[in-house]
C-alpha cells in the first residue's frame, strides 16, 4: 500500500509540476523574445499606400482606358466611296461633328458632297440603246443620330507600339438630295422618241453603321466606317427603295 501511495503521490505531483511549468516556460519564452538578449521579436513592416503615380506603373490585368471621350467635342473630316450604285460612282468629302455625353454614347451630326463619274457599263449598255430609267446621283446630305461605342482595346503593332481602338455603331435620321436624270420613251409618227429629264429632288431616311476609331493620342484618332442611307426613291408614280452604301476613312480630333 505505501508503495502505491508513493507512486500515486509522485505522479499527481509531476502532472502538477508539468501545468505548471508550461505558462512559465511561455512566459519566459515571451520575455525572451522581448529582450534584447534573446531572439529578435518579429516586426510587421506597415504597407505603405500605393501613390496614383505608382499605381499607374503597376501592371493590372484590366488596365486603364488610355483614351477619355466624356463630356468632349469630336470633328471627323472623311472621305467617302459609293461603291454599290451600278451606273454611277460616288465620291463623298465631308465631316462628323459629335459631341460625346460619356464614354459610350454621343450625339453627331454629318455633312457631306457628292461627286460623280458614269462606270463603263452605263456606257455599254447606251451603246446598245439601252437606257436606265432613273440615274440618281447624290449631292447634299445631311443626317444627325448617335453613335455608341459598347467595345474598346488594344492592338500591337511588330511589337514596338501599342494602339487602343474603340468600336461603335451609329444610327439616325437624314436628308439626302439628289439629281435624278429620268429617261422616258413616247412613241409617235415618227417613231420612237427618248425623253430625258433632270430633276432634283430631296428624300428623307436613315442610316445606320459600324466602325472603328485607332487613337494615335488622347486627342487623334484614324476613323473608318461603313454606313448606309436607306430611303424611298419617288418619281411620279413611281417608288423605289434606295441604299446608298459609303465606305470611309479619315482622322477624329476630340476637343
Same mark, same amino acid.
Given at each position: 500500500?505505501?508503495?502505491?501511495g508513493?507512486?500515486?503521490?509522485?505522479?499527481?505531483?509531476?502532472?502538477?509540476?508539468?501545468?505548471?511549468?508550461?505558462?512559465a516556460f511561455a512566459?519566459?519564452?515571451?520575455?525572451?523574445?522581448?529582450?534584447?538578449?534573446?531572439?529578435?521579436?518579429?516586426?510587421?513592416?506597415?504597407?505603405?499606400?500605393?501613390?496614383?503615380?505608382?499605381?499607374? %506603373?503597376t501592371?493590372?490585368?484590366?488596365?486603364?482606358?488610355?483614351?477619355?471621350?466624356? %463630356?468632349?467635342?469630336?470633328?471627323?473630316?472623311?472621305?467617302?466611296?459609293?461603291?454599290?450604285?451600278?451606273?454611277? *460612282?460616288g465620291?463623298?468629302?465631308?465631316?462628323?461633328?459629335?459631341?460625346?455625353?460619356?464614354?459610350?454614347?454621343?450625339?453627331?451630326?454629318?455633312?457631306?458632297?457628292?461627286?460623280?463619274?458614269?462606270?463603263?457599263?452605263?456606257?455599254?449598255? *447606251?451603246?446598245?440603246?439601252?437606257?436606265?430609267?432613273?440615274?440618281?446621283?447624290?449631292?447634299?446630305l445631311?443626317?444627325?443620330?448617335?453613335?455608341?461605342?459598347?467595345?474598346?482595346?488594344?492592338?500591337?503593332?511588330?511589337?514596338?507600339?501599342?494602339?487602343?481602338?474603340?468600336?461603335?455603331?451609329?444610327?439616325?435620321?437624314?436628308?439626302?438630295?439628289?439629281?435624278?436624270?429620268?429617261?422616258?420613251?413616247?412613241?409617235?409618227?415618227?417613231?420612237?422618241?427618248?425623253?430625258?429629264?433632270? %430633276?432634283?429632288?430631296?428624300?428623307?431616311g436613315?442610316?445606320i453603321?459600324?466602325?472603328?476609331?485607332?487613337?494615335?493620342?488622347?486627342?487623334?484618332?484614324? %476613323?473608318?466606317?461603313? *454606313?448606309?442611307?436607306?430611303?424611298?426613291?419617288?418619281?411620279?408614280?413611281?417608288?423605289?427603295?434606295?441604299n446608298?452604301?459609303?465606305?470611309s476613312?479619315?482622322?477624329?480630333?476630340?476637343?
Amino acid at each position: 500500500m505505501m508503495k502505491r501511495g508513493v507512486i500515486a503521490t509522485f505522479g499527481v505531483a509531476s502532472l502538477l509540476s508539468m501545468f505548471s511549468a508550461s505558462p512559465a516556460f511561455a512566459q519566459e519564452e515571451d520575455e525572451g523574445l522581448d529582450s534584447p538578449s534573446g531572439r529578435p521579436a518579429a516586426t510587421s513592416t506597415p504597407v505603405q499606400a500605393l501613390t496614383e503615380k505608382d499605381y499607374f %506603373r503597376t501592371i493590372k490585368v484590366v488596365q486603364k482606358k488610355p483614351v477619355t471621350k466624356a %463630356r468632349r467635342i469630336e470633328i471627323s473630316p472623311f472621305f467617302a466611296y459609293l461603291p454599290n450604285d451600278d451606273f454611277v *460612282r460616288g465620291y463623298i468629302p465631308g465631316a462628323d461633328i459629335g459631341f460625346h455625353f460619356n464614354e459610350g454614347l454621343s450625339f453627331e451630326a454629318t455633312l457631306g458632297y457628292g461627286i460623280h463619274s458614269n462606270k463603263q457599263l452605263l456606257g455599254d449598255i *447606251r451603246k446598245m440603246g439601252v437606257q436606265p430609267a432613273v440615274l440618281d446621283r447624290m449631292g447634299f446630305l445631311g443626317s444627325a443620330g448617335f453613335n455608341w461605342s459598347p467595345l474598346y482595346g488594344k492592338i500591337a503593332y511588330l511589337e514596338r507600339k501599342i494602339f487602343a481602338y474603340d468600336l461603335f455603331f451609329a444610327t439616325g435620321f437624314g436628308v439626302t438630295n439628289t439629281e435624278l436624270e429620268i429617261t422616258t420613251s413616247a412613241t409617235g409618227g415618227a417613231g420612237e422618241t427618248v425623253i430625258k429629264e433632270k %430633276r432634283d429632288a430631296s428624300f428623307q431616311g436613315y442610316y445606320i453603321g459600324i466602325g472603328q476609331r485607332y487613337y494615335f493620342t488622347n486627342w487623334m484618332a484614324l %476613323r473608318v466606317e461603313l *454606313r448606309n442611307y436607306a430611303y424611298t426613291q419617288r418619281v411620279d408614280s413611281n417608288y423605289n427603295n434606295r441604299n446608298n452604301l459609303l465606305l470611309s476613312g479619315g482622322f477624329s480630333f476630340l476637343l
